[in-house]
């Protein structure tokens, strides 16, 4: 037994519950729907019509690709403890960490597939509008690599739910209030704070690197390109200016390393 073939395991119960079709529909759909709809404001900015569609695509996978990665973790450790096939996984001759880097090894490819598919919609329907004088396709894959660290954030932060608890039912239920924190609240709860700070040592000091340590928001800054940026988003740029690339590089890298570890120490602790 490998992690490859953990991982090929892990891919055929990920196809057969539907989450590969389900990821690439949703990616599908919602960027073919955001580059369509977002052609229109192009002349108007006077920038590049796929810089346009990547800030709005930027948008959707701050929502979209955590919860997808929380969707297809959440259950990795704890549906098989329910289901009592745990005990049997564990028999294997591969040592815990081999076992949950088969899992990641699956679940990030299903995620890398969808968000492949949707870039490649968006890259598509925009050559058929505007034709390829002038595009850059640097930020598309910069926003799947980054896609693909954020997404493995949230995989990591599955699987040490789904370490800590026994029953999927809670798992889940864990893992939407994770994504409704780190996608929503967070930044609720940073804006109430400019407000209340009304330009203070919050807002010039503390407020950037509060922002850049939640690994969505990184995400959101490394991919807000200058123009549109200065454009639609002056806050989350200033806010970029302040903690600097590196920071945001740093927050995003080392947030799936961290995730994955975690979920490594609780699950070695796990009775089958």
């Not at 929380?70 to 005990?87: N, P």
């Not at 505007?130 to 595009?135: E, I, N, P, S, V």
């Not at 690197?209 to 123009?227: C, K, T």
Request: proline content about 4%; glycine content about 12%; hydrophobic content about 55%.
């Amino acid at each position: 037994m490998s992690i490859l073939t953990i991982a090929r395991l892990e891919l055929l119960l990920a196809r057969r519950n539907m989450w590969v079709a389900t990821s690439v529909v949703l990616m599908g759909l919602f960027t073919t729907v955001l580059t369509l709809a977002g052609g229109a404001p192009t002349g108007t900015l006077g920038v590049d019509p796929l810089i346009v569609a990547i800030t709005s695509i930027t948008t959707l996978s701050v929502y979209l690709v955590p919860l997808i990665g929380l969707l297809l973790s959440f259950d990795a450790i704890s549906g098989e403890a329910e289901r009592g096939t745990l005990a049997l996984s564990l028999t294997y001759p591969l040592s815990r960490g081999g076992i949950l880097l088969g899992k990641f090894a699956a679940h990030i490819c299903v995620l890398g597939f969808a968000v492949a598919v949707g870039l490649g919609l968006t890259a598509g329907l925009t050559i058929w509008q505007y034709g390829m004088a002038d595009l850059s396709f640097a930020p598309l894959f910069k926003l799947f690599a980054t896609s693909l660290a954020l997404g493995a954030a949230f995989l990591g932060m599955g699987y040490l739910v789904s370490a800590m608890v026994r029953q999927t039912g809670v798992a889940s239920g864990i893992v939407i209030v994770i994504w409704l924190v780190c996608v929503v609240l967070y930044d609720l709860g940073l804006l109430g704070a400019l407000v209340a700070d009304d330009g203070g040592y919050f807002t010039k000091t503390v407020f950037p690197w509060l922002l850049v340590a939640n690994p969505a928001d990184a995400f959101r800054l490394i991919n807000m390109p200058d123009v549109s940026v200065s454009v639609l988003t002056s806050g989350l740029g200033t806010a970029g200016g302040a903690s600097g690339t590196i920071a945001q590089l740093a927050s995003l890298l080392l947030w799936p390393v961290a995730a994955l570890f975690a979920a490594w120490m609780v699950f070695r602790r796990v009775e089958p």
